[in-house]
Every structure is written in structure tokens, then in C-alpha cells.
């Protein structure tokens, strides 16, 4: 049974930090990597960050580059998202889920996903 539990979303100043959460099935990490989309109302879902479980390689929008951190705990079944230099532009539920790899395209064949949790980043 798959479980995607996303947490750690809020209001915060541009400029700021969060960190998100997912929590996973044991065997989601053990099989697949994980990604982090974003979807903001009236726009397009855009793919945000992904993490391969055959070599932990990862992979990030141009968007967030240099700001945004995707890592994983695999003892905690857990993966994170550290977000750093928030912009407004970044409000948006964030959402993990499941790819089947993590290469161009990935937010566009999704397995499984979250329930999300909202980013609000004021200015």
C-alpha cells in the first residue's frame, strides 16, 4: 500500500526557508525515486525536484536551482525538501510523488502522489 504524507508547508516572508517532509511507504524508496511538483492556481503543474533510488542522483527545475535541496533519509522512510531564498513566485501546494524515473518529463507520468501541503511566501 503506498503512503505519500506530505507536511512541513506554511506562510513565510520572501526571502525565508521551510522545509517539507514526505513520508513514504518502506518499499517506495527501496524501488523508486521520489519527486517534488508544485501546483499554484491557474497554472500549469510544474516539476520541482526529483531523487533517483538507483544512485541517489537528483535533479532540479531551473527555477529553484541553487535554492531548493532535495534529499533523502532512508531509515526514517522519509524525504525532504529544504527550500531556501523563497519568492512568492514559489506559492503553491507542493505535492511528493512517485515517478517511474527522474529524467525530462518526470511531473508528467506520476504513479501516485500526496494530499500536498500549501507554501505561502509573502512579499
Known amino acids: 500500500e503506498v503512503q505519500l504524507v506530505e507536511s512541513g508547508g506554511g506562510l513565510v516572508q520572501a526571502g525565508g526557508s521551510l522545509r517539507l517532509s514526505c513520508a513514504t511507504s518502506e518499499f517506495i524508496l527501496d524501488d523508486y525515486g521520489i519527486g517534488w511538483f508544485r501546483q499554484a492556481p491557474g497554472k500549469e503543474r510544474e516539476g520541482v525536484s526529483c531523487?533517483?533510488?538507483?544512485?541517489?542522483?537528483?535533479s532540479y527545475a531551473d527555477s529553484v536551482k541553487g535554492r531548493f535541496t532535495i534529499s533523502a533519509d532512508r531509515p526514517k522512510n522519509t524525504v525532504y525538501l529544504q527550500m531556501n531564498s523563497l519568492k512568492p513566485e514559489d506559492t503553491a501546494v507542493y505535492y511528493c510523488a512517485v515517478p517511474p524515473h527522474c529524467g525530462s518529463g518526470w511531473s508528467r507520468s506520476l504513479q501516485a502522489w500526496g494530499q500536498g501541503t500549501l507554501v505561502t511566501v509573502s512579499s
Open positions: 531523487i533517483s533510488s538507483k544512485d541517489g542522483s537528483t
